[in-house]
């Protein structure tokens, strides 16, 4: 079993710019939710998909959007990026219908410049 | 106020300490509780879980919850170098599906 996987590892993007983080959850997983952490700082929710929508979102603009595949996979993307979005992006996995914990991937360390 | 406080350190323990870790929280909602260990630019890692008021122990860790006085808390036993991270306690409650709510964290160095 892989876990959670999270790729790229890092990533430095110029203001402005797009960028796409991508997020493979545990084996038997569906439900995939992505959170920002800033140095220092506990990971913050910015939003949950299962079933390939969008069912809840932290307080993120709308700069943040997401999306998942059949195979339960995601993305995260964020537009117009600013020097503030600079972070550590986590994945976390688990499994919607029952009380299971939550697994974290890596993280992509993201760096605006 | 945040919802999950948590005391960010740093602590400093002699290696074979007791460390005792602790979070309080606002909300009342919250029936599920999570410890995550953090190393260095690495994603959080589960330690512990547990579900409503109790305590609950795995090999050098205990989990505790009070949900009476809204308070949580993490004993780590012999503690060894290798137990030096940052620890985060989370939350979620019923109907979340784990839509987790975190502490800052806090960080715990042990000395050999």
């Known amino acids: 079993d892989a876990g959670v996987t999270q790729s790229p590892t890092h990533l430095i993007k110029t203001r402005g710019q797009q960028v796409t983080l991508r997020c493979s959850p545990k084996?038997?997983?569906?439900?995939v939710s992505w959170y920002q952490q800033a140095l220092g700082q506990g990971p913050q929710f910015i939003f949950q998909?299962?079933?390939?929508?969008?069912?809840q979102r932290g307080n993120f603009p709308d700069r943040f959007s997401g999306h998942q595949f059949p195979n339960y996979s995601s993305e995260l993307n964020v537009n117009a990026l600013l020097l503030g979005d600079s972070a550590l992006y986590l994945c976390a996995s688990s499994l919607a219908m029952q009380n299971t914990e939550a697994f974290f991937g890596q993280g992509t360390r993201l760096t605006v410049v | 106020q945040k919802e999950v406080e948590q005391d960010p350190g740093p602590l400093s323990v002699p290696e074979g300490a007791i460390v005792s870790l602790n979070c309080t929280y606002s909300?009342?909602?919250?029936?599920?509780f999570m410890w995550y260990r953090q190393y260095s630019r690495k994603g959080p890692e589960l330690l512990m879980y547990t579900y409503s008021s109790g305590n609950k122990e795995d090999g050098r860790f205990t989990a505790q919850v009070d949900k009476s006085s809204k308070y949580i808390s993490l004993f780590i036993r012999d503690s060894q170098p290798s137990d030096s991270a940052t620890y985060l306690c989370?939350?979620?409650?019923?109907?979340?599906?784990?839509?987790?709510?975190f502490g800052s964290g806090t960080q715990l160095t042990v000395l050999p």
């Open positions: 998909y299962y079933e390939e929508e969008e069912r």
């Open positions: 909300n009342s909602a919250f029936q599920y």
């Open positions: 084996s038997g997983h569906d439900t």
């Open positions: 989370a939350m979620s409650y019923p109907g979340s599906a784990r839509q987790l709510t």
